[in-house]
């Protein structure tokens, strides 16, 4: 039978890592990896926690293919410290690993607590996310933001659901677009993608209309709705930071 390890990466997260290890207690390790916390959270980690290591900042593929590192099995559960598993998820992945897993990785469906509601539409939803996996067969790539595990061999999914208390209010919220974006036209200026007039003009909107109406954030009302708009407004964000980088690559040309 499989055993598992639970790993996450924290920076300043005392507000959030008790419970999110609470939620994983009944896994076989706990493992965190700080990367320089100036708060509480070591500490807090440590009542918890099997164990606690302090490894400077990489980057979030690299710091999490550390954590894999260190478990002491290969069957990895990667959890953001702003997480939590579900009882219902802890059931599902028990029984999957008392029963031998078919796939290599799986699939988890994320649910947005926001403004006091769970969104469960835009593209907030299902938000799956791949973080179930064997490490001997799964590497963390080298992103700048919204990283990704790659499993040589077949993915399947489950249903229960992981939740994420990402934002404390929409101030915070404006923060984390401010970073993830700069972050995300930097990635994108790596890849080589330069934004254009359509980047600008077109995407932003088309964004809007795909949270709001295609994936059905008319449902969540208000909330919905500042989703849906704040959504656009990371892909607009994201193509400007792109095409100031760029200009300033070009001397200031247009």
Known sequence: MPRLSVLVITRNEAANIRAALDSVRWADELVVVDSGSTDDTVRIARETADRVSVHPWEG?????????????????????????VTPGLAREIRALLDAEPAARGYRIPRVTRYLGHWIRSTDWYPDLQLRLYDRRTGRWNDRLVHESVAVDGPVGRLRGELEHHAYRDVAHHLETIDRYTTLAASQLLREGRRAGWIDLAARPPAAFLRNYVVRQ??????????????????????????????????????
């Open 60 to 84: 979030y593929g690299a710091q999490k293919n550390h954590a894999a590192a260190l478990a002491a099995h290969d069957w990895i559960l990667s959890l953001d410290a702003d997480e939590r």
């Open 217 to 254: 954030g008319v449902r969540d009302g208000a909330r919905g709705l500042i989703v849906s708009m704040l959504n656009a407004g990371y892909v607009f964000l994201k193509f400007v930071k792109l095409w100031e980088r760029q200009r300033a690559g070009a001397g200031g040309r247009d």
